[in-house]
């Protein structure tokens, strides 16, 4: 089977599909991606147009298939220690400070391979020794959080990692798990992972936490959508809390109950 195009029709359909069920915008420029990462799809149920396999998922007949197609169009790329100094921040303003004999708890919100989740707990275990605390990562794909829960990465992966932490904390794969480095089960005990769409009110039971890392995914929202998905994560942040943001990510003009104590970095009163 050829490769399938795609009309103007076509794409603004699943525009608006992935939109209303994640909050992403998907621009113009994005049509590449989705022809690319949705091509195997239609040939895997033999369709000729992007209409048959849009009518399928929208029929509420095939939900698995619908996360799936979730699942190959929100998979976004993440490493180790990504942008480290929000980490020197969470290190010297806040672990190195904390006194409370309660269990520190942040929450990775949108975690997907679970890089960033694994980061932070390097971290807690460090600084915050014969203290409890706990980490919790969310994400809509269900693909990637299989793979966070593994905590199993190539070796290509750990760049980023200090080497004490590498020593401490993973372990490298040998014979037939060589080149490949699994994060220590110390570590992956504390971390769990869980879907979250953060697009819908988030469920009480998740509890509220110290520090709330979102970070580069707001860069895939509209305005609506970002105040929305803040507005939907606050209830969680414990008062006085931390609110953390990518590099390229702004809370400007959103009317949330947070105050920016420097760029990328917000407070709850």
Same mark, same amino acid.
Not at 135 to 154: C, F, N, Q, W
Not at 161 to 186: D, H, M, W
Not at 222 to 244: C, S, W
Not at 249 to 262: C, I, M, P, Q, S
């Given at each position: 089977?050829?490769?399938?195009?795609?009309?103007?029709?076509?794409?603004?359909?699943?525009?608006?599909?992935?939109?209303?069920?994640?909050?992403?915008?998907?621009s113009?420029?994005?049509?590449?991606?989705?022809?690319?990462?949705?091509?195997?799809?239609?040939?895997h149920?033999?369709?000729?147009?992007? +209409? &048959?396999?849009?009518?399928? %998922?929208? =029929?509420?007949?095939?939900?698995?298939?619908?996360?799936?197609?979730?699942d190959? /169009? $929100?998979?976004?790329?993440?490493?180790?220690?990504?942008?480290?100094?929000?980490?020197?921040?969470?290190?010297?303003?806040?672990?190195?400070?904390?006194?409370?004999?309660?269990?520190?708890?942040?929450?990775?919100?949108?975690?997907?391979?679970?890089?960033?989740?694994?980061?932070?707990?390097?971290?807690?275990?460090?600084?915050?020794?014969?203290?409890?605390?706990e980490?919790?990562?969310?994400?809509?794909?269900?693909?990637?959080?299989?793979?966070?829960?593994?905590?199993?990465?190539?070796?290509?992966?750990?760049?980023?990692?200090?080497?004490?932490?590498?020593?401490?904390?993973?372990?490298?794969?040998?014979? +037939? &798990?060589?080149?490949?480095? %699994?994060? =220590?089960?110390?570590?992956?005990?504390?971390?769990?992972?869980?879907?979250?769409? /953060? $697009?819908?009110?988030?469920?009480?039971?998740?509890?509220?936490?110290?520090?709330?890392?979102?970070?580069?995914?707001?860069?895939?929202?509209?305005?609506?959508?970002?105040?929305?998905?803040?507005?939907?994560?606050?209830?969680?942040?414990?008062?006085?809390?931390?609110?953390?943001?990518?590099?390229?990510?702004?809370l400007?003009?959103?009317?949330?109950?947070?105050?920016?104590?420097?760029?990328?970095?917000?407070?709850?009163?």
């Amino acid at each position: 089977m050829s490769e399938s195009m795609i009309t103007d029709q076509e794409f603004a359909l699943f525009q608006r599909l992935i939109y209303k069920i994640a909050g992403i915008s998907l621009s113009e420029v994005k049509k590449v991606l989705l022809v690319g990462r949705l091509q195997k799809r239609l040939r895997h149920y033999n369709f000729d147009t992007f +209409s &048959q396999y849009y009518r399928m %998922l929208a =029929s509420g007949n095939a939900p698995e298939e619908l996360q799936m197609m979730v699942d190959l /169009l $929100t998979t976004n790329e993440t490493y180790f220690f990504r942008e480290p100094k929000h980490f020197d921040f969470l290190r010297d303003e806040i672990l190195l400070k904390w006194r409370s004999p309660t269990t520190f708890r942040v929450w990775s919100a949108a975690s997907s391979s679970g890089e960033e989740a694994y980061t932070l707990a390097m971290m807690l275990a460090e600084h915050l020794p014969n203290k409890p605390w706990e980490i919790v990562g969310s994400d809509i794909s269900t693909r990637v959080l299989e793979k966070a829960r593994r905590g199993h990465y190539p070796l290509n992966r750990i760049e980023g990692i200090p080497p004490k932490f590498l020593n401490k904390y993973c372990l490298k794969g040998v014979r +037939s &798990q060589a080149n490949t480095l %699994l994060i =220590s089960s110390e570590l992956r005990s504390q971390v769990s992972f869980q879907q979250v769409n /953060l $697009t819908l009110p988030v469920d009480r039971s998740l509890g509220k936490f110290e520090v709330i890392f979102l970070r580069n995914v707001m860069i895939y929202f509209d305005q609506e959508t970002k105040r929305k998905v803040v507005n939907n994560l606050l209830p969680h942040l414990a008062p006085g809390g931390y609110f953390i943001i990518g590099h390229s990510e702004t809370l400007n003009g959103l009317d949330v109950a947070l105050t920016a104590t420097r760029p990328t970095i917000y407070r709850k009163a």
